[in-house]
């Protein structure tokens, strides 16, 4: 074998080694914290699942009741209870056939009354009782529900007085009186009615002030009456109330100030 041939023959095993090591020295693809090199998250532990519960802001909730769901028969859960660190785990039984779903729900006093607020999973995927799975929680108080809905609650307001004026030219200001029901800050809210009512409320408690907007000229002051109330005034306090058929929601009579 001449030179010639030998140097070729060289040349083309450095250029195969250059590919095979990508040809560079960046990274080698190592997968962020919290995934496999397949980009799929960290799996759970077998016969486990565990996570948090927090609130829309990032704070834990303790308290909340947990479960896994068994998917082939009917009222079958495996259930938890989150900790003060909003932490939980719950033992599957390994004896049953089937996947597994996650849910979970907060039961809690707020301005003098229960509520039942659903807690919404990081996802809605089955998994097997021998795979485990880690199922994170938050408590959504506000925003749009898969499906349809929204997690907030809706005021109703009904014109009083003689009824002179378009209730939908009402503008609402909401104060919010105190911390809201899952313990975060809320802020002032300012809308006009959507299809008869103020939606998508984040649960809490508020002052409700009116004025009213005509389409020329300025705008007038209003009076309020909530539902437990019988006179009317510059504003009121309002609270949600949980029925079947209108969801969380509170209601109150407006009309144009004398």
């Not at 799975?133 to 959504?140: M, S, V």
């Not at 000229?217 to 949980?242: A, N, Q």
Request: hydrophobic share 35%; charged share 20%.
């Amino acid at each position: 074998m001449n030179t010639r041939t030998r140097t070729a023959i060289a040349a083309l095993v450095l250029t195969a080694l250059l590919a095979a090591c990508g040809g560079s020295q960046a990274g080698t693809n190592t997968p962020p914290p919290g995934q496999t090199g397949g980009g799929q998250p960290d799996q759970g532990t077998p016969y486990t699942m565990t996570g948090t519960v927090k609130n829309a802001a990032g704070q834990p909730i303790a308290g909340a009741e947990v479960w896994a769901d068994n998917t082939l028969y009917y009222n079958m859960n495996a259930l938890g209870t989150t900790d003060a660190q909003g932490r939980y785990t719950v033992a599957l039984p390994r004896d049953q056939i089937g996947t597994w779903r996650a849910g979970g729900r907060v039961r809690t006093k707020y301005a003098g009354q229960w509520y039942d607020l659903t807690l919404v999973p990081d996802t809605e995927a089955a998994f097997a009782t021998d795979a485990g799975a880690i199922r994170n929680f938050t408590l959504k108080i506000s925003g749009e529900i898969a499906g349809g809905g929204t997690y907030g609650g809706k005021l109703y307001p009904y014109a009083g007085g003689d009824g002179d004026f378009d209730l939908n030219r009402v503008e609402f200001t909401l104060t919010p009186d105190g911390p809201l029901i899952d313990g975060s800050a809320g802020s002032v809210i300012r809308r006009f009615l959507d299809d008869r009512m103020v939606r998508d409320i984040p649960i809490g408690k508020y002052v409700v002030t009116a004025r009213y907007v005509p389409p020329s000229g300025p705008s007038r002051p209003m009076v309020l009456m909530g539902r437990d109330e019988d006179v009317y005034s510059s504003k009121t306090t309002i609270t949600f109330h949980e029925t079947p058929d209108y969801g969380l929601f509170a209601d109150l009579t407006v009309s144009l100030a004398p």
